[in-house]
């Protein structure tokens, strides 16, 4: 068989994974109780220095979201991302800088179509 395949019971929910090596994996989620039933599954990939991630989520009060992401490793100690979700899409520049410090600049567009854009610059303890 090729890949790992993991169960976990808690607190009324069922999480399934699979790996696939280095390669990628599947990760199902369901959970309840007599009120309230949600469930979620999610796949992604990895090739060379790129990523990528789609899930799916639904619950039984009506909550729904689609998400997909695609992330790339650049070779300057920095990394691409962008993603599109029912609620909007965004895209971020993240640059690991000499003295250690972290820069984030991230630009998001809401379902509404409101911009908006954040920068941070953090270091770790």
Do not use: H
Not at 23 to 46: E, Y
Request: a positive charge; glycine letters at 16%.
């Amino acid at each position: 068989m090729y890949g790992k395949k993991k169960l976990k019971y808690n607190n009324g929910g069922l999480v399934a994974q699979k790996q696939f090596g280095n390669v990628g994996s599947l990760v199902a989620q369901a959970s309840g109780d007599q009120g309230f039933k949600a469930g979620s599954i999610t796949g992604s990939l990895r090739k060379g220095s790129a990523a990528v991630s789609a899930s799916q989520y639904k619950d039984s009060a009506g909550g729904r979201n689609k998400n997909i992401s695609i992330e790339k490793q650049l070779k300057n100690k920095s990394s691409v991302g962008a993603n599109k979700s029912s609620y909007g899409m965004g895209a971020s520049y993240n640059k690991q800088l000499k003295s250690g410090f972290n820069l984030r600049v991230e630009a998001r567009k809401d379902g509404r179509g409101q911009l908006s854009g954040s920068m941070s610059i953090s270091k770790p303890l």
